[in-house]
């Protein structure tokens, strides 16, 4: 880790186009100032720590619970499923040793994120699929990583229902003309036998180009997006 001193109204410069100011120091706490990219989201290191956590926890889960959490929604679990996958052509692939046994896929499935995901920042290829088995729910299956996978689903609200904060860099990163061109879907965690009380984050929802096949989980600022929302009503 570099240390760097600074007085008030000095700051430091990351890279080419990122600035960081202090404007004021009181006791124990220093009040920052960041010049940085509109692309570029800056968020607090404890919040940034939650979501990374939810999504290890979402990655976690039972094929039992999630049976079970199946069961208590019958049905009327209110999200939209993807739209049916086209027949798709290229190399025939596999998966061994996954949680849902051997999946058999093609290479035109494959989704690159290039950042990876929170978490889990070393893997970049993912498929998504939708089972029998685990409808309403879809599955974003990691390539690389045999039993690295998500629960998923399209929330009801369309993207722009949504407040997804500085969406520009975005479209541009997935090469996308238009919000519209986008999927978006969240992911579920499902505690470990505790299946009534599965949530969906909407702090940190994924979206997917499925022209370019391209796909990346956005880090979003406003609180009114909850990590934990509560699927099943108490």
């Known amino acids: 880790m570099l240390k760097i001193t600074r007085k008030i109204d000095e700051g430091v410069t990351i ?18 100032g960041i010049e940085a990219p509109s692309e570029i989201v800056v968020i607090r290191d404890e919040i940034f720590q939650r979501l990374t956590k939810e999504n290890q926890l979402a990655s976690r889960f039972e094929l039992r619970d999630l049976q079970e959490f199946r069961k208590s929604v019958n049905g009327h679990l209110n999200w939209l499923a993807p739209p049916a996958e086209p ?35 070393d893997y970049h290829r993912y498929i998504l699929l939708s089972r029998p088995e685990t409808a309403p729910l879809s599955v974003l299956q ?14 009801a609200n369309p993207i722009n229902g949504l407040n997804l904060g500085r969406l520009n860099a975005t479209l541009q990163e997935l090469k996308a003309r238009s919000p519209e061109d986008l999927q978006m879907f969240v992911t579920f965690t499902i505690p470990p036998g505790r299946p009534t009380e599965a949530t969906a ?3 940190s929802p994924i979206l997917i180009n499925p022209r370019t096949k391209l796909g990346k989980q956005l880090l979003l600022e406003s609180q009114k997006n909850s990590r934990q929302q509560q699927i099943l009503e108490k």
Do not use: Y
């Open 142 to 155: 990691c390539v690389d990583q045999p039993e690295l996978a998500f629960l998923v689903a399209a929330p």
């Open 15 to 32: 890279g080419d186009d990122t600035r960081l100011v202090v404007l004021k120091v009181r006791r124990r706490q220093v009040c920052l």
């Open 87 to 121: 027949p798709w052509q290229g190399r025939p692939m596999s998966i061994d040793r996954g949680k849902f046994g051997t999946l058999q896929f093609v290479e035109d499935q494959v989704i690159t994120f290039n950042r990876g995901l929170l978490g889990f920042c």
């Open 201 to 203: 984050n909407f702090s």
